[in-house]
């Protein structure tokens, strides 16, 4: 069955595999979404602890350099999360914090190199991570603590857990004791020898067993330092989190997220600290990660060197073209990052835009919503390739009613593929400036003269001429696409 019957008969919106969808214009009964919950292993219905509170914290930034491609994946994937959150439960229900890690032992060396505080070099790189999410089109979370600005919060954490027997001090460090915490490894699921020899855990003699991960640690010379009650230092890295997260959302989330890499040791410490500090069952109730982003077939991280920085790669690519990339496979499998998928993508994008720019004198109609199919696909633990791939079954029946002149069939249409956009992020810049791309004032108005001399030629016939422009229009970089409502143009890749 089509996304639509002709909207002139009346429209209908197909039910999806699995559910029945019925839509008005004020709401839409969807079926329930299920996420993949590396805990439990499974997909699980996901029910909030408070709808009207939704909670979702996701591991953000070390603010030292420009993040890798492949630390923009879990941005761009959980961006879609927290948008099919705010559709379902209402946008001012879904708080979202992404924390930003501003001290860490590179931060420190980067600021040492520069002589500079580390603020100074965690400013610029988080102003650049947040330069660049915004051109991956990830809306702002609603939170974004900081390491340093919760220090208090950590010192409290720490002391609750030596207080509770989970942690001791040794030789001016604080280490939680993984041996007091008889669910640890469950998040990882993986015999504890192999955890620890996969993760480079740090061997030192202070250490009661060698699993036990620093809480507090002393500072090197010239190194940031705070006060505490064990010593001046700093934290380690996985008390941090869990002290953001208390302090931002609560002891216990609904949604907790980050890469697969984070799953051990970062994210089991999480759930150790946290678990134990504030004697409860549960941190969050769902746990989901995103696969790796490779380069052919191998990881792609900045120790092995084959890294894409999106900082620069943006200066060539649109920011929409690479989201599609990184949407373009399901967020647990491993993508191959290549230059034949950002081609593909931009043509994806074109024959989407393209759609719409033919249909750009026709109103959306504001009472569509979008598909039945891009929803039931991203109900089912954020199926983004099968969402986007019905948006060209829309964008089909646009170009079918643009021919047809059926302004009743463009409207919907229209709206239901911008609506399926919103969810997933695309579809939102205006389509004449999508394909005009960087071309100056001076260049648009030269290619409309032109075009309309074109049209001229055309008109009498007089084909040498017409020729002749079309030539001149290619010189200037510029692709003439004819059809049904007339000549429209963009800029050649």
């Known amino acids: 069955m089509g996304v639509a019957q002709s909207v002139s008969e009346g429209y209908m919106e197909p039910a999806p595999p699995g559910g029945n969808i019925s839509v008005t214009s004020q709401h839409r009964d969807i079926m329930t979404l299920k996420i993949h919950d590396t805990l439990a292993r499974e997909k699980r219905d996901f029910v909030p602890a408070d709808p009207t509170r939704v909670t979702m914290y996701v591991c953000g930034p070390t603010v030292y350099n420009h993040a890798h491609i492949g630390n923009f994946r879990p941005v761009v994937v959980f961006d879609v999360l927290y ?8 946008e001012d229900a ?4 992404r924390n930003v890690t501003d001290v860490d032992d590179k931060i420190n060396k980067k600021a040492a190199d520069e002589g500079v505080p580390i603020s100074v070099i965690t400013e610029r790189y988080l102003a650049a991570y947040h330069q660049d999410a915004d051109a991956l089109g990830a809306l702002r979370p609603n939170l974004e603590p900081k390491a340093t600005e919760h220090i208090g919060a950590i010192l409290e954490m720490i002391g609750q857990l030596v207080e509770n027997g989970s942690a001791y001090a040794a030789e001016g460090h604080v280490l939680f004791d993984t041996q007091s915490f008889a669910d640890y ?32 640690k002393p500072s090197k010379e010239n190194e940031p330092e705070w006060e505490s009650p064990w010593g001046a230092g700093r934290p380690g890295w996985h008390i941090e989190c ?45 746990w989901m990660h995103n696969g790796f982003l490779d380069m052919g077939g191998e990881k792609m991280s900045k120790s092995l060197g084959n890294v ?3 900082h620069e790669l943006l200066k060539t690519v649109p920011g929409e073209v690479i989201r599609w990339a990184l949407l373009s496979a399901h967020y647990r499998q491993p993508l191959d990052w290549t230059p034949e998928l950002l081609e593909q993508s931009k043509k994806s994008l074109d024959r989407l835009y393209g759609a719409l720019r033919r249909a750009k004198d026709v109103a959306p109609d504001q ?95 007089d084909w040498p001429a017409a020729d002749a422009i079309r030539a001149q229009l290619d010189a200037l970089g510029v692709v003439v696409m004819d059809g049904p409502s007339g000549a ?4 050649k890749d």
Request: proline share 4%; aromatic share 6%; net charge negative.
């Open 83 to 90: 948008r099919v959150l705010r559709h379902l439960y209402g």
């Open 185 to 216: 490894g469950q998040l990882s699921g993986r015999p504890l020898d192999e955890m620890i020899a996969g993760a480079r855990v740090e061997v030192a003699p202070y250490k009661r067993h060698p699993a036990d991960f620093v809480l507090w």
């Open 308 to 310: 894409i920085i999106p």
């Open 242 to 286: 869990s002290a953001m997260i208390d302090k931002a959302l609560g002891k216990t989330i609904d949604i907790h997220a980050g890469g697969i890499d984070l799953t051990f040791p970062h994210h089991e410490n999480e759930v150790a600290q946290s678990r134990c500090a504030h004697k409860t069952s549960v941190l969050a109730n769902y």
């Open 488 to 491: 429209t143009w963009r800029m």
């Open 94 to 97: 879904v708080v979202y914090a």
């Open 367 to 461: 009472a569509m919503e979008a598909p039945a199919e891009v929803m039931a696909a991203l109900m089912d633990d954020l199926n983004t390739p099968l969402a986007t791939s019905a948006f060209f079954e829309v964008s089909s029946l646009i170009e079918k009613a643009v021919t047809a002149g059926d302004t009743v069939a463009i409207a919907a249409n229209k709206a239901r593929l911008l609506e399926a956009g919103a969810l997933l992020g695309f579809l939102q810049a205006d389509p004449d400036s999508w394909f005009e791309g960087d071309a100056s004032d001076e260049l648009k108005a030269q290619v409309e003269a032109l075009l309309a001399q074109r049209v001229a030629a055309r008109a009498a016939k």
